[in-house]
């Protein structure tokens, strides 16, 4: 394996190159400065040609990032931060993972799984108690292939107040947010008002996960400010260079998408880009 970090700002032999796989026994160090805007970071095994299968079985993870004018802000913390991996696996009736083949050796990936069981840190259709008060969540969808459309039963309204390189400028109200393979969302989830309720989180027609509202709440001191940080946007005047990339994806004749193509170029082309 080798593992690569998603959103971290690391020097290249920190990145995780799929080519400097490293087998059982053997070791590595990769520096992680965190010298970034506060933000959620996961990171996964990025072995040539194995990723899909060690990363299905779990050899994935999340951090978190911090400074000081995050802290300021007084968002939910401590007990009421709480971070949500979400995924979605195929199992088995005996419980175990199954991961399709293509039933092609040369070529024997599949272009995306999609699971029958919805997974949340490590646990199958989990419920969490929680206050009548604000939470924080830190979301991560690391499924193979499946978007998330998250969404309460109750249809109650949340907050969206960071994606995947930090907070936005300010919060946004949503009633339903996508996140797609390897995204991340913050948000904060009010329940005060729902004391004694059983709230279910759904993607689509899947029930991802439960919260139960218990009858009493600590003090809650956490805000949700108006404005979350200044991110002034860089004028397309500012370019000093136009980059054409085009995403290719190529089909089977039964219109599957078995492969990727940045510009056309497979992966030991010659590099055309610094």
Known sequence: GVVHLHGGRVAPESDGYPEEW?????????????RQDACTLWYHDHAMGITRLNQYTGLFGMYLVRDAAEDALQLPRGAYEIPLVMYDRLLRQDGSIEYPE????AMPWVPE?????????????PFLDVEPRKYRFRVLNACNGRFLHLAF??????????????????????????LAPGE????????AG??????????????????RVGA???PDDSRLP?????????????????????????????????????NGMEWHMTVTEN
Do not use: W
């Open 22 to 34: 490293y087998v059982p026994g053997k070791s590595r160090t990769c520096f992680y400065p965190n």
């Open 216 to 218: 009493s709440k600590s």
């Open 194 to 211: 729902l004391a004694g309720r059983q709230i279910v989180l759904m993607t689509d027609s899947f029930q991802v996960m439960q919260f």
């Open 184 to 191: 991340r969302g913050d948000f904060v989830v009010d329940f």
């Open 153 to 178: 039963a109750n249809e109650q309204p949340f907050h969206q107040i960071g994606v995947d390189q930090g907070l936005l400028a300010a919060p946004v109200e949503l009633r339903r947010s996508m």
């Open 226 to 262: 108006a404005t979350l940080r200044s991110i002034p946007p860089t004028p397309e005047s500012q370019a000093v260079r136009t980059r054409p990339l085009a995403l290719i994806e190529k089909k089977t004749m039964a219109g599957a998408s078995m492969t990727m193509l940045l």
């Open 102 to 105: 293509s039933g092609d050796p």
């Open 113 to 125: 799984v999609f699971g029958n069981v919805m997974m949340v840190n490590g646990k199958a259709f």
